[in-house]
């Protein structure tokens, strides 16, 4: 989902307790592995596919690849096969909590958009045994994958014991933890964004982002885009890792290139094995808005190419506007939810509507959460937007 005035923010700048706050420090051997692993396509059944193919270090670890749905979702290590998601962004993931209910009864944390894997462990895990991603039969094809290069025995007896590469489920468990590993560093959270920079009080907003920053605030984005709904965490990474149906139709293009089918419902949330509540249908997990202005195509089915796109969907639920029911990317409505039940109403119909001024200003401010080494894809971006 994307969701005080600050003309001194640092005057607000509070720390949080939580789990989100900061990744474990990641043990360098380890990560220095999973570094390894994580450019290796030989952990895909026909070794054409990396972790970094669908996540490209380059590109805000999403994927840069074109498909049969344009961005949209990813192609798998067959070259044909097409997943019916949007390949998030693995930057930041390690501040993800595991996934877990709270006090209130609301699931929150773990990893993919329907929160299937419960840390970032067995997130690193799960792609290479997906059928449209890197499509290893089993942990002993990866573990006789690994077990074929000499460095990887050294390196993975020296972390996890003798013979573990003899073991396919220890050798699959190990990688998986070396892959977390990696993606545990700062590398993937550098927290150095110009909205880092000015909340240290090194740089300043310009009017424009300033103004944004107000508009993210007082149209309530911060109920599910902020760890905090009073004051500001030092750390912050613009989800609270919460569960929601924001009322998106379905990519039917995406849809298509998936093979599922026209009768195929994705109910995110409710697909997770264990949860069989009828009313976490078409909810699926807040990402993070870090990185976001380089990260298009936008939502869980990557329906919308432009962030400003994905701004003004979120108005059709405060604007009267007959202008607001329409998507300017098709010029047509906005379309149907793909689940109906379990809108998210409260928060989506909170806060005052947007003119054209307030999102261009708010999407200014998303701008300035874009790492300082993506900074150069904003001019991308922006080309591409007036294109």
């Not at 396509?41 to 054409?48: F, K």
């Not at 949007?86 to 990893?111: E, I, M, S, V």
């Not at 997990?285 to 979120?314: E, W």
Request: glycine share 8%.
């Amino acid at each position: 989902m994307l969701r005080l005035a600050c003309l001194a923010p640092l005057a607000i700048l509070t720390l949080a307790a939580g789990a989100a706050e900061q990744a474990p420090p990641a043990d360098d051997a380890l990560a220095e592995l999973g570094a390894q692993l994580f450019v290796d396509p030989a952990l895909s059944r026909n070794a054409t596919q990396s972790c970094a193919t669908c996540h490209d270090p380059a590109r805000a670890f999403t994927d840069p690849r074109e498909g049969k749905a344009g961005l949209a979702v990813s192609v798998g290590d067959d070259g044909q096969s097409h997943g019916d998601r949007n390949t998030p962004t693995l930057g930041y993931a390690a501040l993800a909590p595991a996934f877990h209910r709270d006090a209130n009864g609301k699931y929150k944390g773990g990893q993919f958009w329907d929160g299937r894997a419960d840390d970032l462990k067995a997130q690193a895990g799960q792609p290479m045994l997906n059928p449209v991603e890197m499509a290893m039969p089993d942990r002993e094809a990866v573990a006789a994958r690994l077990r074929g290069d000499p460095a990887y025995r050294t390196g993975f007896e020296a972390l996890f014991g003798k013979g573990v590469l003899d073991d396919p489920q220890r050798a699959f468990d190990a990688a998986a933890e070396a892959l977390a590993a990696y993606q545990a560093t700062e590398e993937f959270s550098p927290f150095d964004s110009k909205y880092d920079r000015v909340m240290r009080g090194e740089e300043r907003f310009t009017p424009l982002e300033e103004f944004g920053y107000t508009v993210f605030i007082t149209w309530n984005c911060r109920l599910c885009h902020m760890q905090r709904k009073q004051g500001v965490t030092e750390r912050e990474t613009f989800t609270n890792f919460e569960y929601h149906n924001i009322g998106l139709p379905v990519n039917e293009t995406a849809r298509a290139a998936s093979g599922l089918g026209p009768d195929h419902v994705d109910h995110g949330l409710l697909a997770r094995p264990g949860i069989e509540d009828p009313a976490q249908s078409g909810r699926f997990k807040v990402p993070s808005l870090r990185n976001v202005a380089v990260t298009g195509p936008y939502m869980h089915n990557g329906i919308f190419k432009d962030l400003r796109t994905a701004v003004l969907f979120y108005n059709k639920y405060t604007s009267r506007r007959p202008e607001a029911k329409i998507n300017p990317e098709t010029g047509t409505p906005w379309g149907e939810p793909e689940v109906a039940e379990n809108l998210s109403l409260t928060e989506l119909q909170s806060g005052l509507m947007l003119d054209d001024g307030r999102v261009d200003a708010l999407v200014a401010f998303l701008e300035t959460l874009t790492d300082r080494r993506y900074e150069p894809l904003l001019e991308e971006s922006r080309a591409a937007r007036q294109d």
